[in-house]
T-cell receptor, first 114, second 111 residues
């Protein structure tokens, strides 16, 4: 049981390059999330997916796209990277049962855009 | 939009001392979560608080929730170095779709 996995762990891009961050979970959770973490700002939600086939914007969606490929996988794409997107990106999943919605986080991807 | 504020942002405390971290939020919610993050690592769930008056304890950490005051506290008893980390609180609006995190409290326990 690996929990939530993310690839890659580290990435350096040049301004304007594109890339996709991959996330997978093996806990049979319905909901998945992408966050970015910047110093002094906590975690901010980029996009989330409440179920397979659905995605919605979070607090900071500009410059990103997502795909919920199936129940297990949720990818985040940067079409044209900008230095402002330098951050640590975390994927999370949760079983939204109505009682509580505890999130489980992946190890993170540290992205630098030059 | 829900706002979540933590204080203090930075906390340096001596081993053996007690301290409390505060988490205030701006909109009614009865679901609050505490996480721990070690440097360079991911977030680890500590506590889930689901109702007014809820109290959870694990080792030297105790979390409580007052939904009327929109306040949660994380109390540290007799701190040890291993508790050095950043602690986040997070609130969800009940749908499970939008979680709002505080800015975190960076705790350093010094001998």
């Amino acid at each position: 049981n690996a929990g939530v996995t993310q690839t890659p762990k580290f990435q350096v891009l040049k301004t304007g390059q594109s890339m996709t961050l991959q996330c997978a979970q093996d806990m049979n959770h319905n909901s998945m999330y992408w966050y970015r973490q910047d110093p002094g700002m906590g975690l901010r939600l980029i996009y989330y997916s409440a179920s397979e086939g659905t995605t919605d914007k979070g607090e900071v969606p500009n410059g990103y796209n997502v795909s919920r490929l199936n129940k297990r996988e949720f990818s985040l794409r940067l079409e044209s990277a900008a230095p402002s997107q330098t951050s640590v990106y975390f994927c999370a999943s949760a079983s939204v049962s109505g009682l509580y919605n505890e999130q489980f986080f992946g190890p993170g991807t540290r992205l630098t855009v030059l | 939009e829900l706002k979540v504020e933590q204080n203090p942002l930075f906390l340096s405390m001596q081993e053996g001392k007690n301290y409390t971290i505060y988490c205030n939020y701006s909109t009614t919610s009865d679901r609050l979560y505490w996480y721990r993050q070690d440097p360079g690592k991911s977030l680890e769930s500590l506590f889930v608080l689901l109702s007014n008056g809820a109290v959870k304890q694990e080792g030297r950490l105790m979390a409580s929730l007052d939904t009327k005051a929109r306040l949660s506290t994380l109390h540290i008893t007799a701190a040890v170095h291993d508790l050095s980390a950043t602690y986040f609180c997070a609130v969800d609006m009940g749908t499970g779709n939008q979680f709002y995190f505080g800015t975190g409290t960076s705790l350093t326990v010094i001998p």
